[in-house]
Structure formats: C-alpha cells, structure tokens
Nanobody
C-alpha cells in the first residue's frame, strides 16, 4: 500500500515556473513507477509524465514535452514535477499516482494509488 500527498500548486501568471512534489509513504516506494496526471474542469484525466523506479526512463505528454520535467528521490520517497513556461491551458488539478508495473505508463486506469491532487491555475 502506498499513500501519496501532493503539494506545490498555486495561482501563477503565464510564463513562470512551479515545482510540484509528491511525498509517498511505504517502504517500497523505490520499486514503483510514478506518474503525474492532470484533470481540467469538464475534461478527462490525462497523462502528463511518468518515471520508472530507477529514473532511467521518463515519459511525457506531447503537450508538456520540453517544458515539464519529472524526477524522483527514492531516499526521500518523493517524486517531483517541474513545470516551466506555464500556459493558461496547463490549468488543472495535478495528481500523483503510483503503480508496481514498469510498463504501460500512460493509462490512468493502470495506477492503483492516487494522491488527492493539487490545483495549478495559470492566468494569462
């Protein structure tokens, strides 16, 4: 069992940066694939980024590639999402998720563990 708690969201202007953090409980954090997803009002939850257990593989949605960076610190049981060059269309609730399988990184339905989400609002 893994419990996830996100932090770092806020209201910012377009073009600035934010760093989201997701703190995980549980001794096996280092073995989990970690993902970030987001959900805007009236839209489905969508994949943003994912990282494998050893940080050797990262995956990004096309809409954030080159602007967002996912990383993890297994010693601190924490995964991060650096959001740069934010746009109004990045406004959403951002969720951290975890799963054991080291494959199929993109589908939210394959992640059994979720945080409560943190709101990111980008004004123009």
């Amino acid at each position: 069992q893994v419990q996830l708690v996100e932090s770092g969201g806020g209201l910012v202007q377009a073009g600035v940066s934010l760093r989201l953090s997701c703190a995980a409980s549980g001794r096996t954090f280092s073995s989990y694939t970690m993902g970030w997803f987001r959900q805007a009002p009236g839209k489905e939850r969508e994949f943003v980024a994912a990282i494998n257990w050893s940080s050797t593989r990262t995956y990004y949605a096309d809409s954030v590639k080159g602007r967002f960076t996912i990383s993890r610190d297994n010693a601190k049981n924490t995964v991060y999402l650096e959001l740069n060059s934010l746009k109004p269309e990045d406004t959403a609730v951002y969720y951290c998720a975890a799963k054991e399988m080291q494959s199929n990184f993109y589908s939210p339905g394959l992640y059994p563990y979720w945080g409560q989400g943190t709101q990111v609002t980008v004004s123009s």
